[in-house]
């Protein structure tokens, strides 16, 4: 075999062909994919397979005392962790810190700190505001004036 170009069917990068079957790259996203890809086939056309994790799946949460413990203990640990961008339900938490800011007094009306009363660091100019996880790539255009308190 040559040296065959091929495209990623996840990430959809160019990369060289290793097999003249590949259709994924190396990284790891992108093998997860493919065996993720390669679990739903296997779950559809192959009947032992699917009885097999029917059975695996059974045996699990009745190891985890059925399927209200199990998301019970779900609920309860995701309050119990800080939140790290997942979808875990905070608001108690978040209603902790809400009354603890309550209490705290006003540093002033800058957000920085640093910042010297009445000194704006904010240039006035166009900007594009993008989703910072990348979960969609639209961005909005937008333009920021600065207003004098004069």
Request: proline share 3%; aromatic share 8%; hydrophobic share 25%.
């Amino acid at each position: 075999m040559g040296r065959q170009l091929f495209r990623c069917r996840h990430c959809k990068k160019v990369g060289t062909k290793r097999t003249e079957e590949q259709r994924y790259c190396r990284r790891h996203d992108c093998q997860k994919a493919r065996k993720n890809a390669w679990r739903r086939e296997k779950y559809q056309v192959d009947p032992d397979y699917r009885a097999n994790q029917r059975a695996s799946t059974k045996t699990w949460l009745a190891s985890q005392g059925g399927s209200g413990a199990y998301h019970r203990g779900y609920r309860s640990r995701c309050k119990q962790r800080p939140r790290e961008g997942g979808h875990h339900d905070d608001r108690a938490r978040d209603d902790d810190l809400t009354a603890e800011r309550a209490q705290e007094p006003m540093a002033g009306a800058s957000a920085n700190s640093d910042a010297k009363p009445g000194e704006s660091h904010v240039i006035s100019g166009r900007y594009a505001l993008v989703a910072y996880d990348g979960a969609n790539s639209d961005a909005i255009l937008v333009e920021l004036f600065v207003i004098s308190k004069g």
